[in-house]
Each structure stands twice: as structure tokens, then as C-alpha cells.
Nanobody
Framework: QVQLVESGGGLVQAGGSLRLSCTASGRIFRSYNMGWFRQAPGKEREFVAA????????YYADSVKGRFAISRNNAKNTVYLQMNSLKPEDTAVYSC???????????????????WGQGTQVTVSS
């Protein structure tokens, strides 16, 4: 079992920045590829970014490429999402996730079984 707790969300103006954190407890964090997803009101959950267990490989949705950066600190059991140049369309609840199968890299929010955090709200005003 893996427990995930996100923090760092809030209200920011367009063009601003936020850094989200997701701290894990339970099973060995460093074994897991980690991901961030988001869900805006009235929309389905979508993939944002993912990171391999070693931190060597990163993956991003086209909508955030060049603006967001995912990283991790395995000594702190924490994965981060640095969000720059935020846009109103980035407004959503952001959740981190660890796939129950450690061989899987997060990408599809529905085709894979994940451990999920409770989510943190990010609101970008225009």
C-alpha cells in the first residue's frame, strides 16, 4: 500500500508559478514511476506528467510541455511538479499517482490501477 499526500496548490494569476509536492509513505517510494494528473470541472481526468523511478526519464502532456517540470527526491519520498507560465486553462484539481504495478509508467488515467492522493486545487485567474 502507498499513501500519497499532495500540497502546494492555490490561487495564482496567469503567468505565475506554483510548485506542487506529493509525499509518499508506505511501500518503497523509489520503486515507483510517478505521475501527475489533473481534472478540471466538467472534464475527465487527464495526464500531466510522469517520471521514472530513477528520475532519468520524464514525460509530459503537450499542453504543459516547456512550462511544467516534474522531479523527485527519493530521500524525501517526494515528487514535485513545478508549474510556470500558468494559464487559466491549467485550473484543475491536481493529483499525484503511483501505479500499483511498479513496471508501469503513468500515462492513462483510466487504463491503469493507481494509488491516488486526495488532490490539491490549482486556480489560475486571468
Amino acid at each position: 500500500q502507498v499513501q500519497l499526500v499532495e500540497s502546494g496548490g492555490g490561487l495564482v494569476q496567469a503567468g505565475g508559478s506554483l510548485r506542487l509536492s506529493c509525499t509518499a509513505s508506505g511501500r518503497i517510494f523509489r520503486s515507483y514511476n510517478m505521475g501527475w494528473f489533473r481534472q478540471a470541472p466538467g472534464k475527465e481526468r487527464e495526464f500531466v506528467a510522469a517520471l521514472s523511478w530513477s528520475g532519468d526519464s520524464t514525460y509530459y502532456a503537450d499542453s504543459v510541455k516547456g512550462r511544467f517540470a516534474i522531479s523527485r527526491n527519493n530521500a524525501k519520498n517526494t515528487v514535485y511538479l513545478q508549474m510556470n507560465s500558468l494559464k487559466p486553462e491549467d485550473t484543475a484539481v491536481y493529483s499525484c499517482a503511483a501505479p500499483r504495478d511498479v513496471r508501469v509508467t503513468p500515462s492513462d488515467p483510466r487504463g491503469v490501477t493507481y494509488y491516488w492522493g486526495q488532490g490539491t486545487q490549482v486556480t489560475v485567474s486571468s
